[in-house]
């Protein structure tokens, strides 16, 4: 397999790869910039160009905690202890990445909307979720609840408990443990699943457009705004978007790229085995799905 | 107290996001019985946006895995300079959001293509969309495995007087076929889901390029909730039955994650 087939191979797979990827990523660049810097600074200042992008950071700031703090403590439940229904905890946990994105928005309504669930009760308290800001909260951290676990599940599993019950039996209180033992071992996977988890949440688009109304200047995101700039042939704001938000990818994948092949926590190829299954199953794949999947 | 506090929170959480959600997704796609559901489901409008997924998704997973194998084995086996941005450029499609991914393919192969290649509103232009977003598994599940290769059987093969071809085909092939098998099962969900790449570039011309993804979109945007939710259950069934595939055939031959 050398030899003759080298080049040819190497021809077929880089051809593939510009015409498909990166040809189209940098036009978007060249396009947004055709008409000078300022054509493209003059759209994305304006009125709703600036909503959007203060929408997002707003969604951003709220939906990433919040989703933080649950996938450190599910990877906490998760690794260090044993319970029935811990597969379903697991599997629930991944179901957001599996799914269409559309989906998980329909779902949300059905719950949340009008005519959902919860619909009447909250209509009754004076409280909309659907077509404002709280759904397009939700349906964000919905979208990007897997990435902290499965950056942190790992190392938290290959680190094991020993300093923790160490620093227990010296007296520390759990939160003091939870500080000074664990959060320093799971600073970079931690720092990983933030970054994924804000390119996800940034980058929402299916889930978010169900949820929105897609009202310009209220509940429009930038990824809706761009739509909205390619549909209403505002194509100059659509490009300013676009190039925020590619360059918001590049540098995640700088950041994420470069940790990666540097030295990390723990080895990054036993990634997402909970203990559960761990024990019995010497195959340590379990992440279905590949971690980056903005959809 | 912190014992229970904790876990209790978790599992709210999960339950506001996913659990009720996925519980009225079910519910209200069987509001009125298995009738309501078929009825959803069997529509014209519905059958032809599930056909189009399916047969798109099927062609794009079966092309990335081919596309897929001769990149993996570019980035393992050559060498040039500038393989480590090559290698970089796979996962562009990962962090990309997916609307971008969609208004990059609307500028090269839309009505203003450089190229003079117009697939916009056409069946060409859902298949670019696909191909993008799913490239990254495909290279990525099985670029591990053929790293790892015995490359000692390759040559004890060779030197035995078997010709490239022979090779490829005896001794490669079967061994990175589970691995592009898993790939090209997380390609196949993932572009069986797939909306914002396509949105742009598809056009959603009813019985042409509009698929389920689109379909949903518009029934929710007409307050046709019960019709979404049962087009929704289907690609959800679709996804977990071939996320438990890739599962059993990971178990099975031990095959390394995609990324």
């Given at each position: 397999?050398?030899?003759?087939?080298?080049?040819?191979?190497?021809?077929?797979?880089?051809?593939?790869?510009?015409?498909?990827?990166?040809?189209?990523?940098?036009?978007?660049?060249?396009?947004?910039?055709?008409?000078?810097?300022?054509?493209?600074?003059?759209?994305?200042?304006?009125p709703d160009a600036v909503h959007a992008l203060w929408l997002t950071f707003l969604v951003a700031l709220i939906a990433v905690p919040l989703d933080t703090v649950f996938g450190v403590g599910v990877a906490l439940i998760l690794s260090r202890h044993r319970f029935p229904g811990a597969w379903l905890l697991d599997a629930f946990v991944d179901l957001p990445l599996a799914v269409s994105p559309v989906v998980v928005g329909i779902a949300l309504v059905l719950v949340y909307g009008k005519s959902g669930w919860f619909g009447n009760w909250l209509a009754g308290h004076g409280i909309t979720i659907i077509f404002s800001l709280p759904g397009i909260v939700m349906a964000s951290a919905t979208v990007a609840l897997p990435y902290v676990v499965r950056e942190v599940l790992p190392v938290l599993q290959e680190i094991g408990t020993d300093q923790e019950q160490a620093a227990a039996t010296l007296g520390a209180s759990p939160f003091t443990v939870f500080r000074r033992i664990t959060l320093p071992s799971i600073r970079r996977s931690l720092a990983y699943g933030v970054t994924l988890t804000t390119a996800r949440v940034i980058g929402e688009f299916g889930a978010v457009a169900v949820v929105s109304g897609l009202v310009a200047g209220k509940t429009e995101t930038l990824t809706l705004f761009i739509q909205d700039g390619v549909e209403n042939l505002n194509l100059v704001a659509a490009y300013a978007g676009a190039v925020v938000l590619a360059l918001i990818a590049l540098a995640v994948l700088a950041v994420v790229g470069a940790g990666r092949r540097g030295p990390t926590d723990a080895p990054t190829k036993e990634r997402g085995t909970p203990r559960w299954r761990s024990r019995s199953d010497p195959s340590p794949s379990d992440s279905e799905v590949p971690l980056l999947s903005t959809t | 107290m912190g014992r229970v506090v904790g876990p209790a929170?978790?599992?709210?959480?999960?339950s506001l996001l996913v659990v009720l959600p996925l519980a009225a997704l079910f519910s209200h796609a069987f509001s009125s019985g298995w009738s309501s559901f078929w009825n959803a489901v069997s529509q014209p409008e519905a059958v032809a946006a599930l056909k189009l997924t399916l047969l798109s998704s099927l062609a794009v997973a079966a092309f990335n895995g081919v596309a897929g194998l001769v990149i993996a084995w570019v980035l393992v086996r050559d060498d040039f300079r500038g393989k480590s941005l090559v290698n970089a450029v796979i996962d562009l499609p990962f962090a990309l959001p997916t609307i971008v991914a969609g208004l990059t393919l609307l500028t090269l192969y839309g009505p203003n293509s450089p190229?003079?290649?117009?697939?916009?509103?056409?069946?060409?232009?859902?298949?670019?969309?696909?191909?993008?977003?799913?490239?990254?598994?495909?290279?990525?599940?099985?670029?591990?495995?053929?790293?790892?290769?015995?490359r000692e059987t390759e040559e004890a093969a060779a030197s035995l007087g078997a010709s490239s071809g022979r090779v490829l085909w005896r001794i490669i092939l079967p061994s990175l076929a589970p691995a592009m098998l898993a790939g090209a099962g997380l390609a196949f969900a993932r572009a069986v889901g797939e909306y914002g790449s396509v949105v742009l570039i598809s056009g959603n011309l009813p019985f042409k390029?509009?698929?389920?993804?689109?379909?949903?979109?518009?029934?929710?945007?007409?307050?046709?909730l019960g019709a979404a939710a049962a087009v929704s259950v289907v690609l959800v069934l679709i996804a977990l039955l071939v996320l438990l595939g890739i599962g059993l055939l990971r178990r099975r031959f031990d095959i390394p994650e995609a990324v």
């Open positions: 397999m050398t030899g003759r087939w080298r080049l040819p191979l190497r021809l077929a797979a880089l051809t593939y790869l510009g015409f498909l990827v990166a040809l189209p990523v940098g036009s978007v660049f060249y396009r947004a910039f055709q008409h000078g810097f300022g054509a493209a600074w003059h759209a994305i200042s304006s | 929170l978790a599992v709210t959480y999960l190229f003079h290649l117009n697939v916009a509103n056409t069946r060409w232009g859902i298949l670019f969309a696909l191909a993008f977003v799913t490239l990254p598994f495909s290279v990525r599940s099985v670029q591990p495995v053929l790293a790892e290769l015995d390029t509009e698929v389920a993804s689109s379909w949903i979109f518009s029934l929710s945007q007409s307050d046709a």
